[in-house]
């Protein structure tokens, strides 16, 4: 028996003997009850049979001291005896009926028990189902939400189930399993918006030259409301399309480039992955991607392959389209999001293809060989730089594409004129141009910057100093400058390179084409053909002047400073070239004749006529100098005729100078000065009499040589004055020629006089020149 039974009993014992008149049944009922439910009932006999011997044994005692306390105690003790004996029926039968009902009330109690646990686990399952259901739910709407195109609630649909729902049921497997997979939805979901913007960017690729094509359109468009504006407003001249005030006033025509009747471009595609990625926190995953995509596009445009060998131009506008398109998308990206597309990143692939644009337009350009085409791709190539610019993207790139472009046309347009010039340089007849009525003669000077002159005949026919070639060459020229400058338009105000391509391509035009071909005529034997060369370089160089003007003229108004050609230079020096060919014509001329002389240094008379020789020359040089050389500058018919008399005078000179002439009389000498005043008299006959200043040197042979006082050439003064031209070793080798024809026997004194003066001299000379 328990501690604690023990203390009941003694408790209800003390109690007993406190109140042995009152029964305490209210304290003896949850006794037994708890000794029943313990079922110790046996235990509580014995310990209560061991109470009352110890009982017992204390009443004995007590009664031995003091008998009749002790009578009174053994009353007492059987009156609690006898209660107690009644106590246990009352105990044996209240548990009788306390098992009984005890009995009922656990069973019922037990399914109470039972029923609330049954309840309970049946209102947490349901709660618990309802969780579930709500869980799948969701995820079956993420997949709803997902077929319709609704990314973003999607999203935030995942993130309500991942924070809120699924912890509330994370305690059971599939939700652990869900709650793993939340990342793979969350990519399903990236995916089907990354697949909705690749099909985007499918779309757009396939509008992209629409787009392209539209903008392009739409610049032409303000370029001729522009034209018009300024063709009404000279103030608005240097105004440029796409200037600030250009845009102000063009407002009005405003054009959305995207949003049209031909393109609707609707980029929610793009918005919305942008948005997706960045809640997701892959937004630089996402800009990567679309860099590698818009790449890839950029190369399939640049791909596209076109031709211009058969003069078509179709798929070089559709490539110029293509490119407009793909960038003008590109900008509107830039300018409707933030912190996606970049300035400098756009810039960069705008680099990057550019760069291969310019590679590819600059190679095809070679492909084309028709000017009117070529013009069209200017048009075309000028467009599309403009429309690029518009949208403020840098052009610098295309400055040397643009050169390129205006380079090749001025090559074209140089082969074109050079074949016209090579045929008309061949073609020409190197005579002088007849022209037989006014409007003939007025289209010559209207084409050639003609001034007509002294040298023209008047009335017509007319005939003109020039031949063919240099009137058809200057009207070649000048549709050479205009076609150039219709093929520019206004381009030299923005690209100042234009006027000097022109400048130089013209240049080597009239160097290589024409100054070359009437170089390459120098060879000719034929002198009308020489001279005639010489006058057309001589207008050449003039034209040159007047093309220095027309291209001043054509120049854009903003530079300044003089144009130089150097063709001028070319022409000044061919004809120098031509000269000395007319110099070397002539002077062979002369030779032959002087091959023909055969003077007679010591005839026995004199002579009353020229040479023959020098007769048949002089009428041969006054033929030429009358048709020939006729139509020439005075100031260069001066030249040759100074040169070929020089020529002549110096071949004359040798002749007497020649050591196979021995010696020399008075009568060679008189004949000599026949010869030398005949061709001093021809001399002065011509347009300038200084001319007859060639003979000077055979004048003065013929002075000395016939002089009284030949000592008079010792004197430095009079040497100076009158043998200027004479050097001591021909003047010794004259008068040692005539001392040799001279005996001393057959003189007269005078002549005895001049012979010792001549052997004076002749010593002096030799001494001075041994010195």
Request: proline letters at 3%.
């Amino acid at each position: 028996m328990s501690d604690h039974a023990q203390q009941q009993l003694h408790s209800l014992v003390l109690s007993a003997e406190l109140n042995s008149e009152n029964e305490n049944i209210e304290q003896l009922g949850p006794i037994i009850k708890s000794i029943y439910d313990t079922e110790r009932q046996e235990a509580f006999l014995e310990q209560l049979a061991t109470f009352v011997r110890k009982k017992e044994g204390e009443i004995e005692r007590m009664c031995n001291s003091n008998y009749q306390e002790f009578v009174h105690s053994v009353d007492q003790l059987l009156k609690v005896r006898q209660g107690t004996v009644n106590l246990k029926n009352k105990i044996i039968d209240l548990n009788y009926d306390l098992q009984k009902s005890g009995k009922k009330v656990a069973a019922k109690k037990k399914e109470l028990i039972q029923t609330r646990k049954i309840q309970k686990n049946i209102d947490e399952a349901v709660e618990t189902l309802q969780l579930c259901l709500n869980v799948l739910d969701m995820a079956n709407r993420v997949n709803y939400l997902v077929e319709e195109r609704k990314y973003y609630s999607a999203l935030r649909t995942l993130e309500e189930l991942q924070t809120v729902h699924l912890r509330k049921v994370i305690q059971y497997e599939f939700a652990k399993h869900m709650h793993e997979s939340i990342p793979v939805m969350q990519n399903s979901v990236k995916d089907a918006v990354t697949k909705e913007m690749k099909e985007w960017l499918f779309r757009v690729r396939e509008v992209t030259r629409q787009v392209g094509k539209l903008a392009m359109e739409q610049m032409r468009l303000r370029q001729e409301r522009w034209k018009v504006k300024v063709s009404k407003n000279p103030d608005l001249r240097s105004v440029p399309v796409s200037s600030p005030i250009e845009i102000v006033m063009n407002e009005e025509n405003e054009f959305n480039i995207i949003n049209n009747k031909e393109v609707q471009i609707d980029f929610k595609p793009l918005y919305q992955c942008l948005h997706i990625y960045e809640e997701l926190g892959k937004l630089n995953e996402f800009k990567s991607n679309y860099e590698e995509d818009r790449k890839a596009q950029a190369n399939l445009v640049l791909s596209e392959s076109y031709t211009l060998r058969e003069n078509n131009d179709k798929g070089f506008e559709a490539f110029l389209q293509d490119v407009v398109g793909f960038f003008v998308i590109e900008h509107v990206i830039v300018h409707s999001t933030q912190n996606f597309r970049s300035r400098a990143e756009v810039d960069h692939l705008w680099d990057t293809v550019i760069a291969k644009v310019v590679k590819i337009v600059a190679e095809s350009l070679d492909d084309c060989r028709d000017p009117e085409l070529f013009k069209q791709i200017k048009f075309n190539l000028f467009t599309f730089i403009q429309t690029l610019e518009d949208y403020g993207y840098n052009i610098n790139s295309f400055i040397d594409l643009v050169r390129t472009v205006f380079q090749k046309y001025s090559d074209m347009l140089k082969h074109k004129f050079s074949v016209d010039f090579h045929q008309t340089i061949i073609d020409d007849d190197y005579m002088p141009m007849q022209v037989s009525f006014r409007e003939e003669y007025e289209a010559v000077v209207d084409a050639c910057w003609f001034k007509e002159n002294h040298r023209i005949s008047q009335g017509f026919p007319k005939t003109l100093p020039f031949s063919q070639a240099y009137p058809s060459c200057c009207l070649d020229i000048k549709n050479f400058v205009n076609q150039y400058y219709q093929f520019a338009e206004d381009d030299s105000k923005k690209y100042s390179y234009v006027d000097d391509i022109v400048q130089r391509t013209l240049d080597h035009l009239l160097i290589d084409h024409v100054d070359g071909a009437l170089r390459g005529k120098l060879q000719s034997t034929n002198m009308s053909q020489i001279v005639q060369i010489i006058i057309n370089l001589e207008y050449f160089e003039g034209a040159c002047g007047e093309l220095e003007k027309l291209l001043k003229a054509k120049r854009s108004s903003h530079r300044g400073g003089n144009i130089k050609l150097y063709a001028i230079d070319e022409f000044r020096e061919t004809r120098k070239k031509a000269e000395k060919r007319i110099f070397e014509l002539v002077n062979s001329k002369i030779d032959d004749f002087l091959e023909l002389a055969d003077y007679d240094w010591a005839p026995v008379s004199c002579q009353k006529h020229p040479s023959p020789f020098l007769q048949d020359m002089v009428g041969f040089l006054g033929a030429l100098i009358s048709s020939t050389l006729y139509n020439l500058p005075v100031s260069i018919k001066t030249f040759i005729y100074f040169d070929a008399l020089s020529h002549l005078a110096t071949s004359i000179r040798d002749l007497i100078l020649n050591p196979g002439v021995k010696r020399i009389n008075s009568n060679a000498i008189m004949n000599f000065d026949l010869d030398v005043t005949f061709l001093e008299n021809f001399a002065r006959g011509l347009e300038d009499p200084n001319i007859a200043d060639a003979f000077l040197e055979l004048r003065q042979i013929v002075t000395l040589l016939r002089a009284d006082n030949v000592e008079e050439y010792l004197d430095p003064s009079l040497r100076n004055r009158k043998y200027s031209h004479l050097r001591p070793t021909d003047v010794v080798n004259l008068f040692e020629k005539w001392l040799k024809d001279q005996t001393v026997i057959s003189m007269d004194p005078d002549e005895r006089v001049k012979r010792r003066a001549m052997e004076g001299v002749v010593r002096s000379l030799r001494f001075s020149t041994k010195e």
